[in-house]
């Protein structure tokens, strides 16, 4: 079992509809990650957060920390926003008690229809 | 453009020769990430710069595999004697630390 799991892996979506992303996680965490990858390969870091709720324009990003568990919502869904989204955690317990890890799962890709 | 740029974008090379990638940083970031990622996989951690100190390095990361960051701003990503399974996607993110990570492009490395 990876130590990060999103669902669904695959998600199809008609334009505005309210879409929900989710991240389960098995290991303590000091913070976790949403990422947006595009087609060819660029990543761009959506949020981290380590608790509660965080909001950048139709992105809405809630964790919590109890249930080991976070979730990624796009409200008013787009065409343009078609990717791959990736939860990734960073562990409390890094190599030699560093921090510098990530634990990635494997990504939805979402594809937003017109 | 996240402002962290990565050379070369693409490289084809036979089985057996070296390869070495840059990494650029976003310039104040004192972070730097190498991450590796094969087709339809999540990224897969490889290793960690705080300036010019390399502070972790994944069991991924093997013997042929050396990072660099010698004064603290770029860095680069050497693999000795390639291998098929090198091929991938080669990602270098930076941040400030306990901040976000920004992410170059990527370099694609195809060996033969």
């Known amino acids: 079992k990876n130590e990060v799991e999103q669902s669904p892996q695959n998600l199809t979506a008609q334009e505005g509809e309210f879409i929900t992303i989710n991240c389960s996680y098995s290991v303590g965490i000091s913070a976790l990650h949403w990422l947006q990858q595009h087609p060819g390969g660029g990543i761009v870091s959506l949020f981290m957060l380590s608790s509660g709720k965080k909001k950048h324009g139709r992105l809405i990003a809630t964790i919590n920390i109890q249930e080991k568990h976070s979730s990624l919502h796009i409200t008013a869904s787009h065409p343009r926003d078609s990717a791959v989204y990736i939860c990734?955690?960073?562990?409390?317990?890094?190599?030699?008690?560093?921090?510098?890890?990530?634990?990635f799962g494997k990504g939805t890709k979402l594809s937003v229809k017109p | 453009d996240t402002g962290v740029s990565q050379n070369p974008r693409h490289k084809i090379t036979k089985r057996g020769q070296n390869v070495t990638f840059r990494c650029d940083p976003i310039?104040?970031?004192?972070?730097l990430y190498w991450y590796r990622q094969t087709l339809g996989q999540g990224p897969e951690f490889l290793t960690y710069?705080?300036?010019?100190?390399?502070?972790?390095k994944s069991r991924l990361l093997s013997d042929r595999f050396s990072a660099e960051r010698p004064k603290g701003s770029f860095s680069t990503l050497e693999i000795q004697r390639t291998e098929q399974g090198d091929s991938a996607m080669y990602l270098c993110a930076s941040s400030l630390a306990g901040d976000r990570r920004f992410f170059g492009p990527g370099t694609r490395l195809t060996v033969l």
């Open positions: 990734a955690v960073r562990s409390s317990r890094g190599y030699g008690g560093s921090q510098g890890n990530l634990i």
């Open positions: 310039s104040e970031h004192n972070r």
């Open positions: 710069f705080q300036n010019e100190a390399q502070l972790e």
